[in-house]
């Protein structure tokens, strides 16, 4: 029997697609994903029920509660209040400058974490566009030399921590754009090199963290 294969939404990576007027294509990718796309409580709070209170974000929430109405997102019901509170604490007692902790995560993101390690099937990935949770999980002792150089300050490591998120697979939202483009699913007037770099630019600048040089190489790529 085949796995269930999952993909973890943080808000932010939802809202890049929604302040892109991109919504429209989760829909379609969910369809040809054959999985489920997921998310916690605590994203659906961020992404559309303490966004819809604040007339500046009202329509992005309202396109994303219609993936919702069309069950494009699942929210995860099992409790996930201890396996979070573990995430929090871990990786906010992995890095200390001064003597005092570094906090680098927050409850959305400790969520998806926590899902992630709740769910049983190895097809699964965590989609967030923040760098921090990122580094984390791929390259935590480049997330302790940058937090360095930002604080101005040495910064402490407790490395036995970096097993607990080694081997957590993540994307961002512009890879998702990325594929969905090339698949048909982002339909723009221009020529693939200009509409990847129209796509790409994009997410970047509405908060996805992706380089220059990682544009051009996906430019360069098509």
Known sequence: MPENKYLI???????????????????ELHEKFNGDFIFSKDVEKETITRSLDIPRFMLEALQIKGLVNDTVFTRFEKNLKKETERVLDIANHTFKAKGEWI?????????????????????KAIVIDERTTRMLCESPENLRKLLGLKLHTKVEAVKENYDFFKDIKIIRSCELMFFAYSKGLIPLPANKRDSIKALLYAAKYKGCSVSNQEIKEAINYI
Not at 13 to 27: P, Q
Not at 106 to 123: D, F, Q, R, V, W
């Open 9 to 27: 939404f943080d808000s932010s990576s939802i809202i890049t697609f929604a302040m892109n007027d991109l919504t429209y294509s989760l829909k």
């Open 103 to 123: 906090s680098i995560i927050h409850g959305g993101e400790a969520s998806c974490l926590a899902i992630y390690k709740m769910l049983t099937s190895n097809k």
